[in-house]
């Protein structure tokens, strides 16, 4: 089968963390002087080639592209996993590639392990991009729901998970218009192992609220909301956003949960523009 461009995959590396597992990622350096570093955190159950089309942004910043503990590459992590698990990872990361701070894009689950990274790293951070994503736990119905997800994955396998996801991940357009997209997230979908899909859902239905971290930021945010997401709605993004001080809210029309990857042309200037807000 023919890949798109989209999911062509870049070249991983890898780090043996200390524990023995593999840890995989993307690294592309930028030719601009002094540029930071974006680390490019997916969501859930997908891999590091959700941000194939952010790779253009070389041109603004170093590019970091991990792979999660179980998910695409790298090796899961001993059970029960929990977000803050999956951040002292990517906090190891950066130990071995000798980055001292980075700008954290994260989308959704990517984006919840973002505020782990803050209260526990909150001084490796210059800046956050907050993409398709809330700061809030699940409410308690949420959290059965994860439960019972998580017990049924282990014995039907990822197929059906991909089927779902795959109807809840993207807009109208993209439905009707990026057949590679949605064919392309759905395979990487259904090339997970049941185990991390089900220890993912766990350890998202035990993630704390980290509301109250909005308003004590202090630190450049963008909020990036897809027009039709229906998992992190753009009114509850933007009801975010307003609370972090002097945060950005962008809006992507005719994207979905995926926004990145839906409307890259848009999302990529959105992140550009504010780049450059930040650092003049
Ligand atoms: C994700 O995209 O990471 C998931 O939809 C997050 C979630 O299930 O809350």
């Known amino acids: 089968m023919d890949m798109a461009p989209l999911y062509r995959r870049p070249v991983l590396n890898s780090v043996c963390l200390k524990d023995g597992r593999s840890l995989a990622y993307a690294y592309h350096s930028s030719p601009k002087k002094n540029a930071p570093t974006l680390l490019f955190v997916h969501g859930f159950p997908l891999d590091h080639s959700m941000w194939q089309e952010q790779i253009p942004l070389r041109g603004e910043a170093n590019l970091l592209i991990p792979d999660l503990a ?161 998992i992190t709605t753009s009114s509850e993004m933007q009801e975010m956003a307003m609370l972090v001080d002097g945060a950005t809210f962008v809006e992507i029309m005719n994207a979905g949960h995926l926004s990145p990857a839906e409307q890259p042309l848009v999302f990529n200037r959105a992140v550009t523009h504010w780049l450059d807000q930040i650092q003049n």
């Open 70 to 230: 179980g998910f695409g590459k790298s090796d899961p992590r001993p059970e029960p996993l929990t977000l803050g698990d999956l951040a002292n990872d990517l906090a190891e990361l950066l130990d071995r590639l000798d980055i001292p701070q980075v700008i954290w894009c994260g989308l959704s689950m990517g984006g919840y392990i973002g505020w782990e990274f803050v209260h526990q790293y909150r001084q490796r951070l210059t800046g956050l991009i907050c993409c398709n994503t809330r700061s809030g736990a699940d409410a308690e119905p949420v959290v059965r729901a994860r439960k019972v997800a998580a017990a049924q994955v282990l014995g039907t396998g990822a197929t059906p998970v991909a089927d779902a996801m795959q109807e809840k991940l993207f807009s109208p357009s993209t439905h009707a218009e990026n057949n590679d997209l949605v064919r392309q997230s759905h395979s990487v979908i259904q090339n997970t192992s049941s185990a991390s899909i089900a220890a993912g859902q766990l350890a998202m239905a035990a993630r704390k609220d980290s509301s109250s971290l909005l308003s004590t930021l202090s630190l450049p945010t963008l909020v990036i909301a897809g027009e039709h997401d229906s």
